[in-house]
């Protein structure tokens, strides 16, 4: 249902503390996670290959974790190496473990054959902890399949809709058709909007002499990872042509994770470069996506219910529908390569 | 797995104002209804045929709706008419629109083929609004399948049992068989109880020299429609043979309307002849009728948790069911007829 | 899916007063309780016959029940005595009713063929109302089905990790494996801890004067039926060989009671023979069982939760799963032999 081999943002670095454990669904997967003594994340199975219990309600031990159901333990690669009443512990008596990556304090992990885990394969959001960018970590949860909400992040025509009064926009923006090119594994989408007024959010934190030329260009892949080059500069400064001349940019990341088919875990910043020494306007513009992003999640969750309600219902897709129907195929493209594989593993 | 073509009630007329939208699910169909500029009911498909979003949660714009996901907008024969980021709509863009009949207070609407739909089919219910007769209107909502709600209104022994300190009436009352007769499209009952008691919602509403000669004569029609002629009258003055002397008299008009198949809309209003200057006494009277049909949901509630336990349970007939079985087998002849007819048009 | 022709618990003899009535799922099934003029518990099907009404929302008529929807009268052998609108009420008509013994403050059911039910095969558990012992009753209600709870209750190892603080014992007590002997209908788990600490419970109701040898030996049988002879004994007294010197000896009597599929009533009483003259002794005994009884809930509760999640996920037999092991399998062929008889008695 999920595609396995691929990286997925597990959580915010500062969710895993230094003793305790964090517990969070994956693709279905119940999964631990928590920092052995070396500060290096780990991420479990959390579900005892015994009975089932969650490891998460157990204890640690230095870097083992004793299950408190009936006191297994099991050391940071998943084996067990101790069970009560009996002196041999069998070699499969053991809980997965995932392949785990921390990078910009977001923490990746692999839910596939962990073999194929290339670091080198995480996309780059360094804007989260450069120094010369400022950001909030974010984090909402959804009620609806992550199809959804790619949908919505792969079509910005909402944006005046849905956001009027936030990210904003006059309706007009709706009508310029992005260039969508495909990329490898997802798309990108460009929209430049010239000579057009400054969205609320933006008025808000910064001074602007008059009208703005406009730009959002995100690459989108999968699973599901958005970054985003996005800002304005004041009309006829040239950033068109390449110059950002007292413009205010940002660096969105973005991403999603299935939990379950039908709840999603949606982790996301916006680096901005300007005005970094005033915690007060990073503050404001992570408000500004937070309060954002709750008006997509109301309309995607009224969605959701719709298409719950009747599973006949098809959609109809429009031309604005470019990007997010590409992404769609590639999406289905990855999951049939890994059906195909895993057929032919188990002839 | 609901009969399709025929008038339902969606909705009281007060429910839909001059400018705002009502939702309400019928049949399992999300529905928009809202007033046009001339302040005819229009019903659309509650669902962008885009994707799906709810257009309830879009605006008026004239009279049309702009759905607020992506600004794709509609005009009240459900009509795509604008769509951001292409000049020309495809005339498939649509959503359903319905046929709706607004009559005495009551929206009807027609869930089915629209060619079909014909007005003069709309039962009678005009003492809903006649200035000769006075009532408030009643809505009430249930967790169970509407047939549930049509057996208790078809069997009237129920009263003494469910309702004795309310609509009421002596036990015996029960062991009277109504007589049953079969019209076209549903069944009418008659139940006359000589020299009994007055129940307590009459004798809390109007003074009587002794006991009543007391009448229900309804006709049960599809989908759910309940019309009633009842009432009392001072025993020996001729009820029975026709004349209505010093009679209270009801016209009780009552819709069910499926939501889903596990829940339901219930519009009633009771309509009385006598007193009609006194406010307080419509109002006690629609109380009671409130009152006792909280007492039936109480109960068909109870039933419906009982038999959604155990699916395999079935009913058990007993003589009182007349009236029920009959009316069971004619929605099974209606949708048969439907099946029938859509198996043959999509040959 | 529950084993039919065997004796369960349904309630405490105190939650059926004189007058009311009492109803609780068992096996599925809906059950009335309630006694007759000569205090003998009736147990009936709480569904009316004839369209399923709770027949618990009805009301006494000395010792029959009279359904309050359409006023269908029962005897306390379930049959049908009245029906309104009509002079002879068929024979079929009726609910199941259920063979009932009330033996030591609980009230046993057979829900399987009443012919077969024999209250000599009811378990022994005087010590719930014998007068040389005292106890408090209890009742848990589980949202898992019941089986989860019979294993958690065949593997003691789980007391040192789950009841640290309650039941208690060091961790080195689910290191002995106990002694598993096979029963007709179940199984018989021994369990001596020589030289060990008081665990917590104990020492707060009776002063030690030193370390203790400790036992737990029960037999679990079929249904889910736990009787245990536990305690403890100052160190070098004996017990071990049989002399009870200075003991603090229990008879838990617990048993499992499947609601449905996914949920349990939970019974159980902790009799102990010392300070009965002391109800604080005995309250602090019962405060204590059910503190470790709502960890064990906790555990298990999360326990099926993953396992819901994850229906492909299979558990792994260790060592100490001797005993539920063995359990399963009973259960296994006590359904298998039902399912065989069933399939003959309709050919």
């Given at each position: ?9 597990a ?29 290096t ?6 579900r ?5 219990a ?26 067990c ?26 923490i990746?992990?692999?839910m ?27 984090y909402i949860?959804?009620?609806?399949n992550?199809?959804l ?5 792969l079509d ?13 926009g ?14 490898d ?9 010239m ?6 959010f ?8 008059g009208k ?20 304005m ?31 999603t875990?949606?982790?996301f ?6 005005a ?5 306007v990073t503050r ?41 129907v ?5 999406v ?9 594989n895993?057929a032919?593993?188990?002839?």
């Amino acid at each position: 249902m999920f595609i396995q081999n691929t990286w997925y943002v597990a959580a915010w670095s500062h969710e895993i503390d230094a003793d305790g454990f964090f517990a969070r669904t994956i693709t279905g997967i119940p999964v631990l996670m928590y920092r052995s003594a070396d500060s290096t994340v780990v991420a479990l199975e959390d579900r005892c290959c015994h009975r089932g219990a969650p490891l998460s309600l157990g204890r640690r031990e230095g870097d083992d974790v004793r299950c408190l159901y009936h006191g297994l333990k099991f050391d940071c690669s998943g084996a067990c190496i101790e069970a009560p009443a009996q002196d041999r512990v069998p070699a499969q008596a053991r809980v997965r473990s995932f392949a785990v990556v921390e990078r910009h304090r977001w923490i990746w992990i692999w839910m596939g054959d962990a073999a194929l885990a290339d670091p080198d394969a995480i996309p780059d959001t360094h804007w989260l902890d450069d120094p010369d960018w400022r950001s909030l970590p974010g984090y909402i949860h959804y009620d609806v399949n992550y199809l959804l909400i790619c949908d919505n992040l792969l079509d910005f025509s909402h944006l005046p809709f849905v956001h009027p009064t936030t990210l904003g926009g006059p309706e007009s923006y709706a009508k310029i058709r992005p260039l969508v090119e495909r990329l490898d594994n997802g798309v990108r989408v460009t929209r430049w909007t010239m000579d057009t007024d400054v969205p609320p959010f933006a008025a808000a934190v910064k001074a602007w002499p008059g009208k703005v030329d406009r730009w959002n260009i995100y690459d989108f892949t999968i699973p599901g990872i958005l970054r985003m080059d996005s800002g304005m500069a004041p009309v006829g400064t040239g950033a068109f042509e390449g110059r950002r001349i007292d413009a205010a940019e940002f660096r969105g990341c973005q991403a999603l994770t299935p939990e379950t088919a039908t709840s999603t875990h949606y982790f996301f910043g916006h680096p901005h470069n300007f005005a970094i020494d005033r915690p007060e306007v990073t503050r404001a513009i992570h408000e500004s996506i937070v309060e954002a992003f709750d008006e997509d999640r109301a309309i995607i969750t009224a969605q959701q219910r719709n298409l719950a309600r009747d599973p006949s219902f098809t959609m109809m897709a429009f031309a604005m529908d470019s990007a997010l129907v590409q992404f769609r195929r590639i999406v289905e493209r990855y999951l049939d390569a890994e059906r195909e594989n895993h057929a032919q593993s188990t002839v």
